[in-house]
Every structure is written in C-alpha cells, then in structure tokens.
C-alpha cells in the first residue's frame, strides 16, 4: 500500500527565513497531495493542495512543488511569521476508490522571533 | 456553520469501560472518517462512511465500531477501552472521495488508565 514519508520531524527557523518540507511517497499512481497545518489543541486544516497534472502551486507566501518522477512534493514557506509555528502533515491520495488519504508524520515547525 | 464538532473534547477512562465519540457535520458531506493522531506517527485512519447507513474498516480499525445511521451524525464506539488507546481521535469529513480537502473537527483527547 501508500507509504508517505516526511522530513525533517522538527525545524526551526528565524522569523523571516525560508522554510521547506518535504515528502516521498511510494504509489506512483497517487494523484493528489494535500498539505494541512495544525495549531496546538486544533483539528489540521487545508492549506494549500496539488494534483499530479501540475508540478507546482503558490499561494502567497506559501507554495507546493511536485515531482512526479522522483515521488516526492516539497512545501516551501517564505518570509516566515510567528503566527506559521504549528505542525504541518503531507498526505497522498491514492487513486479513486480508496477513500484513504495517507498521512506523513508531521514537522513540527517553530518560526524564531 | 459549525462544519464538524465533536463531543466529548477530553474524555478519561479506566481499562474495561466503554464510550461513544460523537462527531457531527453541518455541509451535507457524503464521506466521514474517523483517524487517532499519535505521537511521531501521523493520522492514521479508523473507519470511514461513504454514506448514511454504510461504514467501513481503515487502517487500524481493531477495538473500535462505528455507526452512521444519520447523514450528518457519525459515531466511533470503544467496547472495553485499552490503555494502547489512549489517543487524540478526530473526526474529519468530505463531498468527494478523493482530491479534495477533509475538514476536521478539533479532536477528543482520549486518556485510558
């Protein structure tokens, strides 16, 4: 089945730096990857997603890149804030009738003021 | 719009008793999950519903039974608690099975002594 890894486990950054997260999957037939962030004591929430057709997505200070060929999607945040500390899950959906989406590990990123 | 809420948000029980975890969801979603989130492991998915009166097995589904006999309610049941669940459950939804976001609930934390 769908293994999804993620790296680093923890980061820590100075306000205002660069930020990257990145995840390797193993079933070349998954075609969607959301990324969710989750604040201490909340549910994660959707913050920016990409499909197989496309190699990159931004959204303001925030932006995906995807390849497909090597199976893995990075998340890279820019002009960190302190207010962007909390833990970030990438997740691959395998292919149409699964119903599962399967989660990396979570980094914990902490943003320095 | 509340999206998903569930009840009870902390729960302590000791080994043997049994409890129900309520999630419920106001966007007429189609699909509902149910995931544990434990430490350095990620999300991993319990059971899911693709519809009233449907459920099914994910990952780790073992001690765990669901019911979604109304569209908008779906409820995780533990027969006679173990202290290896002790976890953060959240419930999640969505109108698509796949490629599209899953809205979470703010999670129940779950001690069990």
């Known amino acids: 089945g769908e293994n999804v890894e993620q790296h680093p486990s923890t980061l820590s950054v100075q306000e205002g730096d660069s930020a990257v997260i990145k995840c390797t999957y193993s079933?070349?037939?998954?075609?969607?990857f959301p990324w969710y962030k989750q604040e201490l004591g909340k549910g994660p929430q959707l913050i920016i997603d990409?499909?197989?057709?496309?190699g990159e997505k931004k959204d303001q200070r925030i932006a995906v890149t995807l390849n497909k060929t090597a199976k893995h999607f990075s998340l890279h945040i820019t002009e960190t804030q302190p207010e962007d500390s909390a833990v970030y899950f990438c997740a691959a959906s395998p292919p149409w009738g699964t119903y599962k989406y399967i989660f990396g590990t979570g980094t914990r990123l902490k943003v320095l003021a | 719009n509340a999206g998903v809420t569930q009840t009870p948000k902390f729960r302590v029980l000791k080994t043997g008793q049994s409890m129900t975890l309520l999630c419920a969801q106001d966007m007429n979603h189609e699909y509902m999950y149910w995931y544990r989130q434990d430490p350095g492991m990620g999300l991993r998915l319990i059971h899911y519903?693709?519809?009233?009166?449907?459920?099914a097995k994910g990952e780790v589904p073992d001690g765990y039974n669901v019911s979604r006999l109304k569209k908008q309610n779906f409820l995780l049941g533990l027969e006679s608690a173990a202290p290896s669940q002790t976890s953060v459950y959240f419930c999640?939804?969505?109108?698509?099975?796949?490629?599209?976001?899953?809205?979470f609930g703010p999670g129940t934390r779950l001690t069990v002594t």
């Open positions: 990409i499909r197989s057709n496309v």
């Open positions: 079933d070349s037939a998954s075609n969607y």
């Open positions: 519903s693709v519809g009233e009166g449907t459920t």
């Open positions: 999640a939804s969505s109108y698509l099975a796949e490629g599209v976001e899953q809205y």
